[in-house]
């Protein structure tokens, strides 16, 4: 399972998963996609490169989420992405296509630090936690 979604009362909440920390965050561009898509899926026809820093895991995922909730703002409805980690920096190359080709698309608000995660399971999975305010 590379994601899923949780019991929320008013946001949406999701946890991704992953055998590393880069793929755990690429899974939530998985679940963050279908959030905006509202379940139809972005296609892959522009590619955008992001640079992301944050002072620990957690704001970096903040940033990280938030960054996205931007793209969609300025027309860029992402649809998937390779993560590099290092340190507490994060670069994306992602993919999606035009918010214009789509009807009807998920506003996401913000992302938020309520119920935020970031663990490592075993030495073989990593999960993170996140609420969106939608």
């Known amino acids: ?6 019991e929320h009362t008013a946001d ?19 679940a963050f996609s279908e959030i905006v898509g509202k379940g139809e899926k972005i296609k892959e026809v ?31 409805a992402v649809s998937s992405g390779k993560v590099s980690i290092k340190g507490n ?14 009807d009807g698309l998920q506003h996401v608000k913000a992302a938020t630090y309520s119920e935020m ?3 490592k399971k075993d030495s073989k999975r990593w999960m993170l936690q996140a609420v ?3």
Not at 51 to 76: C, T
């Open 89 to 102: 920096s994060l670069k994306a190359e992602l993919a999606g296509d035009d918010t214009s080709n789509y």
């Open 12 to 30: 949406v909440k999701f946890r991704a998963y992953g055998k590393s920390l880069d793929e755990t965050f690429e899974n939530s561009i998985l």
């Open 117 to 119: 995660r970031i663990s």
């Open 1 to 6: 399972m590379k994601y899923e979604f949780l």
């Open 46 to 76: 522009k590619k955008k490169t992001i640079f992301i820093k944050g002072k620990d895991r957690k704001s970096l995922l903040y940033n990280f989420l938030d960054e996205l909730v931007y793209l969609v703002e300025e027309g860029f």
């Open 132 to 134: 969106l305010d939608v």
